[in-house]
T-cell receptor
């Protein structure tokens, strides 16, 4: 059974700092990996999706990397802002109905 | 454009009561999902509907039933609520069935329903 771990569970950084969120998974036979952002009362929003054949994806200040062989993904956030405060979820797909969610990293960016 | 809407946002039930959580999407998506989120655990799939007229069990279906009323609406019913069903429930939709090989079908999530069963 696929297990997805995100460490740390919570992170607090000063505004402007660059930061990295980590995700690890136990089964490297994945189809894609996705990073979501969860805001209280607003559900989840997709940030980046990386296909199994890709190594990274970028969107604005966000960059996500994927290393299937080592079972790791990172989400890099450049020049963090208070508006980046949220919980970030890593979601791994091994096929239909094999979608596994991580427990998330709660990020707080302090002004 | 409302996206995915869920009602109610909050609900308190007593053990044994029944209720239905409603979900609707206005993106003409084919697939819809119900998840629950518990502290310290990732979201877990309860039921999904790959397309209108079909429903299938997910990881944790016991104690729940679903109805895909039409392409837009997908409801989740608790027939006899139990304290173990206290959770935050999320509905999601996607154009195609999410998770497949080469899939680009991102799921769009509703704001959630916080349910407490006493």
């Amino acid at each position: 059974k696929q297990e997805v771990t995100q460490i740390p569970a919570a992170l607090s950084v000063p505004e402007g700092e660059n930061l990295v969120l980590n995700c690890s998974f136990t089964d490297s036979a994945i189809y894609n990996l996705q990073w979501f952002r969860q805001d209280p009362g607003k559900g989840l929003t997709s940030l980046l999706l990386i296909q199994s054949s890709q190594r990274e994806q970028t969107s604005g200040r966000l960059n996500a990397s994927l290393d299937k062989s080592s079972g790791r993904s990172t989400l890099y956030i450049a020049a963090s802002q208070p508006g980046d405060s949220a919980t970030y979820l890593c979601v791994v797909s091994g096929g239909y109905q094999k979608v596994t969610f991580g427990t998330g990293t709660k990020l707080q960016v302090i002004p | 454009n409302a996206g995915v809407t869920q009602t109610p946002k909050f609900q308190v039930l007593k053990t044994g009561q029944s209720m239905t959580l409603q979900c609707a999407q206005d993106m003409n998506h084919n697939s819809m999902y119900w998840y629950r989120q518990d502290p310290g655990m990732g979201l877990r799939l309860i039921y999904y509907s790959a397309s209108e007229g079909t429903t299938d069990k997910g990881e944790v279906p016991n104690g729940y039933n679903v109805s895909r009323l039409n392409k837009r609406e997908f409801s989740l019913r608790l027939e006899s609520a139990a304290p173990s069903q206290t959770s935050v429930y999320f509905c999601a939709s996607s154009l195609g069935l999410a998770g497949g090989l080469g899939g680009t079908d991102t799921q769009y999530f509703g704001p959630g329903t916080r349910l407490t069963v006493l």
